[in-house]
């Protein structure tokens, strides 16, 4: 059974900095896709970040190019997000999905394109 963890959200000021994690567990497979997702309160979900386990590609949308950096573990069963110079509309609750499929740059923001998600860590950025 694969399960999908998160943790490391909390409250922080505006221009600071969070690193969420999430762990994957139970994957037969040796290479996979993890991606991290948001939702803000009453937005639709939205897609933050992917990293190909079998290549270390990695893709960010616009709202966390060159504030937000995914890398993994050397177990690659975990994964870190960075996020730096945080603003007010980066809260939001956010998701860990994980799919045995590696992800392309045209498609990696579908959330339909990932079968395994975690229950979701709550980032708030306020002063």
């Known amino acids: 059974q694969v399960q999908v963890v998160e943790s490391g959200g909390g409250l922080v000021q505006p221009g600071g900095s969070l690193i969420l994690s999430c762990r994957v567990s139970g994957f037969t497979l040796d290479y996979y896709a993890i991606a991290w997702f948001r939702q803000a309160p009453g937005k639709a979900r939205e897609a933050v970040s992917c990293?190909?386990?079998?290549?270390?590609?990695?893709y960010y949308t616009d709202s966390g190019a060159g504030r937000f950096t995914l890398s993994r573990a050397l177990d690659k069963n975990t994964v870190y997000l960075l996020m730096s110079s945080l603003k007010p509309e980066d809260t939001a609750t956010y998701y860990c999905?994980?799919?045995?499929?590696?992800?392309?740059?045209?498609?990696?923001?579908?959330?339909?394109?990932?079968?395994?998600w975690g229950q979701g860590t709550q980032v708030a950025v306020s002063s």
């Open positions: 999905a994980a799919d045995g499929a590696a992800k392309s740059s045209s498609w990696w923001t579908e959330a339909l394109k990932y079968d395994y």
């Open positions: 990293i190909n386990l079998d290549d270390d590609s990695t």
